[in-house]
Every structure is written in structure tokens, then in C-alpha cells.
């Protein structure tokens, strides 16, 4: 049917299909359908069996790259790829985050260095704002797997706390039961005076999934505003793409373990190399980023491996991209090239 109709079309329709085809429109349009074709990316990676394991491989993703189209905001490109709002603005402190000039290429950071934690369930890494969730192992194998995406977190005075917790129940649509503090808050500076707002309501901060936690006021949710993710833009909630929580959602159980950290400062090898990762300190609760850096990585176990001018320039940029700071020739690798005949 299908070969018919073509045959029967004008050839002026056909050439101009041909036309499109090679010449695309130059202009292109984000809509919802298009972020929520989006699929959640497992990433594996390998715990190491004991310190300065060569084979351990702590960072995961690799960047990718984009060239950006006429109509595109930095917005819409970190939200296509999972990317935070701070993320890419980070990294590209020089380019107009609404209107990016068409044609340039960007470099996207889609690469990270796991946090230091229980590699178990939900793991928000608070400086960085991003979750990590890590399914259970299925066996003894140092090999796993997780899941990683961009959040907002709480606002400097309303602070995502440091805590642990479980999940406790999930709902679909939510209805937000304004607390009485922020009831007042939104009564002095907006003169909402509303004490709940309905589930399904395009007002409904919580957006259309919740899942609830131990911790009394806090919740992991989806959002109306999808450029809060990757900002300080709540009152201690963690806030997802909408497309990014409807997926979490069904693949988190009640009971699964949690826990809120804060490292601005993480460490990880991967296949003997040593990379760093280095952020802003959102709440300001780290005195001296430096200092944090070189006991992290001490504890870390690869402290001889490291190159402290490297160390110390990826603390000064804070780019909250992985910097490889390992040495050129550390000790071990210099012993094993002795060994080898490579000297």
C-alpha cells in the first residue's frame, strides 16, 4: 500500500521529501514526548578487592559530545542527557545558557566518579546533586551495577540534611500537604495561602510520582519545573525529571536502604589510574576544600599514586568533571618496570 501511494504522488512531494531528508529543518523544538523517550542507562563497575586494586573500575559513563541546533538551550541539552542544570553550566561557564550559538560542539560531562558509600540502594550525593542507586547484588561478584541521575537538592537555607533512611512507600499523583512553615513562606513572598494543592495539579511541586522515605519531611519526587533539577531549588526534597522519576519509581521497592552524603570531593581508580572529581561546597561545610581533598585520597588508599599539582589544580577549577591525577610514574609501577626490564 504503502509503495503504491508513493508511486502515486506528485513528483514535485517527492522531491521535496527528498529535500528534507538530505536538508533537515534547520530548527528543532524539545517537547515532553521526546524527554520521556529517554531510558534509564545501567551503568557496571568493579569494587575494589583490596586497596590500589588495579582492576577496580570506580568511574562510569564516557562524554559525549553535541552540536547545538538553532533553538536549543543548555537546558534542554542537559536534560536530554541527563544532566543537571549545573553541570553543564559548569563546564561552560562562557556560553549564553538560553541562547548557545548554533553550530559550536560541546563536550557533555556524561562521566562520573561513584561517591564513597554502602554501594547499596539509594545514594544522593548532595555537592554534586546527583543520585546514585545501586540494585542489589545478585551474587559475591565485585562486579555491579547502578543507575545514576541529576536532582535538585534543598536551598542553602532550607538544606538537604546528611542522613540515612529507607523507603517507605510510593505514590502516584501525590497531594502536597503544605507544611506550616512553608505555607508561610509562600504566604510573605507570594500571597498563596493554600493549604494543600491536589495530585495531577500542574502547580503540584511534588510532580506526578513521590516516594516516600523515613525521614520525617523529606522525600525523593518528580517536579512541574524540570530546570529546578540541578539547582538548589527546594526545601530539602530531592526533586527529578519527570521522565527520570517514573522510571525510578517502578524499579524501587519499599524497603530499599538510602542515604544522603555529602562529598564535594571524590576519589576512585579505574584500571590503576586515579581520577578525581571536585565540587562546589553547596552548604559551605567543608573549611578547607584542599585539605578535604588530600585526606580523602589518602584514605583512599592511592595517595602515593597521586600527583599533588594535579590534585591541587582540579581542586582550584572545581569543574565537577573526573581530572586522572595520577603520576606519571608512581613508585609500584616503577618497581614493576625494573622488574620487566623496563628501565
Known amino acids: 500500500m504503502a509503495r503504491q501511494l508513493c508511486c502515486r504522488s506528485p513528483r514535485w512531494l517527492i522531491l521535496l521529501a527528498g529535500l528534507i531528508f538530505l536538508f533537515p529543518p534547520p530548527a528543532w523544538t524539545w517537547d515532553e514526548a521526546t524527554f520521556f523517550q529517554k531510558q534509564l542507562i545501567i551503568y557496571s563497575f568493579v569494587l575494589p578487592e583490596y586497596r590500589q586494586d588495579p582492576q577496580a573500575a570506580m568511574v562510569i559513563g564516557s562524554p559525549q559530545t553535541y552540536t547545538i541546533k538553532k533553538k536549543d538551550t543548555l537546558l534542554d541539552i542537559a536534560r536530554y542527557f541527563d544532566l543537571g542544570y549545573n553541570e553543564l553550566v559548569t563546564v561552560y561557564l562562557n556560553v549564553d545558557p538560553w541562547v548557545p550559538d548554533p553550530g559550536e560542539t560541546l563536550q557533555l560531562p556524561t562521566i562520573w566518579v561513584l561517591p564513597q558509600s554502602r554501594f547499596q540502594g539509594i545514594v544522593v550525593n548532595i555537592p554534586e546533586m546527583r543520585l546514585y542507586y545501586f540494585p542489589p547484588a545478585t551474587t559475591k561478584s565485585t562486579s555491579r551495577t547502578v543507575i545514576t541521575l541529576p536532582v535538585g537538592v534543598g536551598r542553602e537555607n532550607w538544606p ?109 581508580s579505574h584500571h590503576g589510574r586515579v581520577y578525581v572529581e571536585v565540587h562546589e561546597d553547596l552548604y559551605g561545610l567543608v573549611p578547607d576544600l584542599q585539605a578535604e581533598a588530600y585526606q580523602v585520597t589518602a584514605q583512599s588508599g592511592w595517595g602515593e599514586a597521586i600527583d599533588h599539582s594535579r590534585l591541587q589544580q582540579a581542586v582550584r577549577d572545581k569543574s565537577g568533571v573526573p581530572v586522572d591525577v595520577t603520576k606519571d610514574v608512581w613508585p609500584e609501577q616503577r618497581e614493576e618496570m625494573v622488574r620487566v626490564g623496563g628501565e
Open 160 to 268: 538537604t540534611p546528611q542522613a540515612r533512611f529507607t523507603i517507605r512507600g510510593k505514590t502516584v499523583n501525590p497531594t502536597w500537604v503544605i507544611p506550616a512553615s512553608i505555607r508561610q513562606e509562600r504566604i510573605q513572598k507570594k500571597g498563596w495561602s493554600e493549604r494543600s494543592i491536589p495530585g495531577g495539579s500542574a502547580k503540584n511541586p511534588l510532580g506526578k510520582h513521590r516516594i516516600e522515605l523515613t525521614l520525617p519531611s523529606y522525600a525523593i519526587h518528580g517536579t512541574n519545573n524540570p530546570w529546578a533539577v540541578g539547582r538548589l531549588a527546594t526545601h530539602g526534597c530531592i526533586r527529578l525529571y519527570p521522565e527520570d522519576i517514573a522510571q525510578l519509581f517502578h524499579i524501587i521497592h519499599v524497603g530499599t536502604p538510602g542515604e544522603f552524603i555529602y562529598q564535594p570531593v571524590k576519589v576512585g
